[in-house]
C-alpha cells in the first residue's frame, strides 16, 4: 500500500507539472461551461417538436462535448505520453511492479479528472438552466441530481476509458485516430440508425447521454434506450474496466 501511495504522489506530481495541462484542462473547463449557456440561450426560444421528449438538462450539457474530448486527450496523453517520449524505461524503473505503476497512474489520472468533471458538470448545469428561462429546471426537480451527477461521471470515466485504451495501443496518434471517431461521431451517425440502434446503444457515448437524462426518452424517439440510468452506468463501467484489464494485460506483456 506504501508503494502504490509513493507511485500516486509521483503521477500527480508529473501530471501536475506539465503547464499544457493545468491550461489545457482550465481552457476546456471555462469553454464547456460557455458554450453551454451559448446552446441553451439558442434554446430558449427555438421551436420545440414534442414538449413530451424535452430535457432541459440533457440538452443543455450539449457544451460539454468540448470538455469530454479534453479530457479523452488528457487521459490519452497521460499513459501514451510513457512511450512515445521513452519515459516508460524510466517509469518502470522507478516502480517495477507494472500492476502498481498503471494503477498509481490511473488513480492521478481519475482524480484530476474528477475534479474538472465536477467543476464543468455543475457549472454547465448552474449556467445554462437560467438562460434556458421557462424550459429550465432546478436541482430540486425530480431526476435532476441523478443526470448532473451522470454527467460528472461520464466524463470522468470516459478519461479513465481512455487511459485503459492508450496503456493498450501505446500511441497517441491511434488512440485519438479511433476513439474521437467513434465516441464523438457515433452519436449524430450510425447511432441514429434504426436498423443498428440496438447494438450501438451499447456504446459509450449512447450510455453517457442516457447518465445526462432527466427525462425518459420514449419509444421512437433518438434518444430511446432499452435501459435506464442505471443500466447506463453499468455499460460505462464495463467498457471502462475491460480497458483497464486490457492495459494492464498490455503493460504486463511490455519489455522496456
Known amino acids: 500500500m506504501r508503494t502504490l501511495l509513493l507511485a500516486f504522489q509521483g503521477e500527480l506530481t508529473k501530471a501536475w507539472s506539465l503547464r499544457s495541462t493545468w491550461w489545457s ?10 458554450l453551454s449557456a451559448l446552446i441553451g440561450l439558442g434554446l430558449r426560444d427555438g421551436r420545440l417538436s414534442d414538449r413530451n421528449t424535452w430535457d432541459p438538462v440533457r440538452y443543455g450539457y450539449f457544451g460539454l462535448t468540448i470538455g469530454l474530448i479534453v479530457l479523452v486527450v488528457f487521459g490519452v496523453m497521460l499513459v501514451s505520453g510513457e512511450f512515445t517520449s521513452g519515459t516508460i524505461r524510466a517509469s518502470l524503473a522507478a516502480v517495477p511492479r507494472r500492476g502498481v505503476f498503471l494503477t498509481a497512474k490511473v488513480l ?3 482524480a484530476i479528472a474528477l475534479v474538472v468533471s465536477v467543476v464543468c458538470g455543475l457549472g454547465a448545469f448552474l449556467a445554462t438552466q437560467p438562460v434556458l428561462g421557462d424550459r429550465g429546471t432546478t436541482l430540486g426537480e425530480p431526476g435532476v441530481p441523478r443526470a448532473v451527477l451522470g454527467a460528472c461521471l461520464f466524463m470522468a470515466l470516459m478519461a479513465v476509458f481512455a487511459m485503459g485504451v ?3 495501443l501505446r500511441s497517441t496518434a491511434l488512440c485519438l485516430g479511433i476513439m474521437i471517431p467513434i465516441l464523438f461521431l457515433n452519436s449524430q451517425g450510425m447511432a441514429n440508425l434504426p436498423a443498428i440502434r440496438p447494438v450501438t446503444q451499447f456504446l459509450p457515448d449512447q450510455a453517457g447521454l442516457v447518465l445526462m437524462q432527466s427525462v425518459q426518452q420514449p419509444p421512437g424517439s433518438v434518444g430511446h434506450t432499452d435501459f435506464g440510468w442505471g443500466g447506463a452506468l453499468l455499460v460505462l463501467l464495463a467498457w471502462t474496466l475491460a480497458a483497464l484489464a486490457g492495459g494492464f494485460v498490455s503493460i504486463r506483456r511490455l519489455d522496456p
Open 25 to 34: 484542462l482550465v481552457l476546456a473547463t471555462a469553454m464547456s461551461i460557455g
Open 108 to 110: 492521478a489520472g481519475t
Open 166 to 168: 492508450a496503456a493498450m
